[in-house]
């Protein structure tokens, strides 16, 4: 055959890449009859066989080919075997070369697959970190106030907890204040809601940075949710929350306009008031109601009799909503005596309220209910309406021309289409304007002055005449009452009551009765309940007097009794 070991042959002119050595082995005895390249003496290659343990494992590769792994250290080989002649053909690659090819041929891969790893990992580590923030976003928005960035009440409830928690291992004792501002409302309906919200937001930083505050947050509207820090004494707490009060009292500067907030503040203290969370907002809550009812811009502490008010608030509430339906209101009529004349030309209509559950309710007490339950106009339009029908009734059988007198609320007057009320129901009763006469009270004018003045100029305009009543309690401005187009002054009954006690007040009475007849002004005088009251007002030159003296609030037979009975005692006077 061939001489494959002659250096001449073609087999040795093959060129193999380099680093690779083929070699042919005869399987019987071992010895290399071929190699390429031949790069060292023939003699020494082909002169001996291949070691006992490599032609060892050629043999068991022919049989077990997956358990040949090498012939050479650092060498990765390839074996084929040739069944014919009987020889081994080797093919051997050092590892180190086919490591480097592995990475010529697989870098492009590795390195793209790596990039896209990397891709990925940015993208997730992007999605990740955007998903947290906008879980911290959420949770922001969840236990903060949108507008002023102060905790909520969830947020507040949980710290209060907290601190309940605290006091309770180190008796320690801790506050809840409730802060509503007293002229948020006129802030709001004067410079508009963009200075309204700037408002807010400086009365959140002015609490916040307050060091008397632990921590504060809004619970909604004008009202703020303030923890005052733990203390040992109840008298600790009262002189924080007198701090918090007077620093919340002061102005503050939005735009160009120095605006006095004004607040009013109710107290719940832990442990004294409550021992939750639920319990010390309530009672703070609570605190600021009556705070607010009896005088604003104090602050004022719970107290168990609060609890039983608000009780007693809710129950005629709810029966008040009924009371219409059941038909358990009904209007009285007082009358204001002139005694000039010796007789009666107006009355004034009073709605009383007798509740199967709860007996004869106070007008104060129902009146002041419907007011801020929102039923105060639907009241308003029932006395209105059974006022005019019974005046009318009482005109027509009588042949008089008595006029009455209907209380209007600040409510009604301000926030309801009153005008076009009072034209429609004088309409559809066929009743003429000049028998009705409505009474308001200063606190409409302290709510909305110019806004009052000029409803009650179009009231004016369908002949309804318009009285000022409690004079002295509100305003008591003269510029104002020049301004404002009403033709009579009702005095209230307090300063009538006590003229007779305090000189002050009889000075009071008249110089009111002096400054009216001076503006054109007809004067009533309310509360006069002795003839000594009479005989006082009647010599100041009172033109009206209404009171138990007079005659008590009566219903409509027993009002046409009394004008009877006056009438005849006017004839037998005569005679």
Not at 158 to 163: G, K, S, V, W
Not at 186 to 196: K, L, T, V, Y
Request: hydrophobic share 40%; proline share 3%; charged share 25%.
């Amino acid at each position: 055959g061939l001489a494959l070991a002659d250096r001449s042959t073609l087999w040795h002119h093959g060129a193999l890449e380099e680093g690779l050595m083929t070699r042919i082995i005869r399987a019987d005895d071992g010895y290399i009859i071929a190699r390429n390249p031949l790069d060292v003496d023939p003699d020494t290659v082909f002169s001996q066989p291949v070691s006992r343990e490599v032609l060892e494992m050629l043999h068991r590769y022919r049989l077990q080919p997956e358990e040949l792994t090498r012939l050479n250290d650092g060498q990765h080989c390839v074996v084929s075997f040739d069944e014919k002649y009987g020889l081994y053909i080797v093919t051997e690659e050092p590892l180190g070369l086919l490591y480097r090819a592995w990475m010529e041929n697989s870098l492009p891969i590795v390195l793209a697959l790596v990039a896209v790893n990397l891709l990925c990992f940015i993208v997730f580590r992007y999605i990740s970190n955007l998903y947290r923030r906008t879980q911290a976003k959420i949770l922001f928005q969840a236990t903060h106030d949108a507008l002023t960035g102060l905790p909520n009440r969830r947020m507040l409830y949980d710290e209060i907890t907290r601190t309940i928690e605290e006091c309770q291992v180190s008796r320690h004792r801790f506050a809840v204040l409730f802060l509503d501002l007293d002229n948020f409302k006129r802030i709001n309906d004067n410079f508009g809601h963009a200075i309204g919200d700037e408002a807010l937001k400086k009365m959140a930083h002015h609490l916040s940075q307050n060091p008397e505050c632990h921590l504060v947050g809004r619970q909604g509207g004008d009202e703020f949710i303030v923890l005052t820090p733990q203390v040992k004494e109840h008298s600790d707490i009262q002189r924080i929350v007198r701090n918090i009060l007077v620093a919340a009292q002061k102005s503050v500067a939005i735009d160009h306009y120095d605006i006095n907030l004004g607040t009013s503040i109710g107290v719940g203290v832990y442990p004294d008031d409550g021992d939750s969370a639920e319990a010390l907002l309530r009672c703070a809550d609570l605190a600021l109601y009556k705070s607010k009812t009896v005088k604003r811009g104090q602050f004022l502490f719970y107290s168990a009799e609060m609890n039983d008010q608000t009780q007693r608030r809710l129950i005629v509430e709810n029966q008040l909503r009924k009371s219409l339906e059941r038909e358990e209101l009904t209007v009285y009529y007082q009358p204001l005596y002139k005694p000039q004349s010796d007789e009666v030309t107006c009355c004034e209509a009073l709605l009383r309220w007798n509740s199967p559950e709860l007996g004869q309710v106070r007008p104060d007490e129902f009146i002041e209910v419907a007011e801020e339950s929102g039923q105060i106009e639907e009241l308003g339009m029932f006395v209105l309406t059974r006022a005019l029908s019974d005046i009318r009734e009482l005109n027509r059988q009588r042949h008089s021309a008595m006029q009455v007198a209907v209380n209007i609320s600040a409510k009604q007057l301000l926030y309801s289409p009153i005008v076009e009320q009072l034209e429609q129901t004088l309409t559809r009763l066929s009743v003429d304007a000049a028998m009705l006469k409505i009474e308001i009270t200063e606190s409409v004018l302290i709510a909305d002055f110019e806004t009052a003045v000029t409803v009650l100029r179009q009231i004016r305009q369908l002949g309804v005449h318009v009285a000022l009543d409690d004079f002295g309690t509100g305003y008591s401005s003269l510029a104002y009452l020049s301004k404002l187009p009403c033709e009579e002054i009702k005095i209230d009954k307090e300063f009538v009551q006590n003229m007779l006690i305090h000189r002050d007040d009889e000075n009071l009475v008249q110089s009111i009765i002096a400054m009216a007849k001076a503006l054109n002004r007809t004067v009533v005088a309310e509360g006069v309940e002795t003839i000594e009251h009479l005989e006082k007002l009647t010599l100041f030159g009172c033109d009206y007097i209404q009171g138990y003296y007079i005659s008590a609030p009566v219903p409509l037979d027993e009002f046409s009794h009394f004008l009877d009975d006056l009438a005849k005692g006017r004839s037998d006077e005569d005679l």
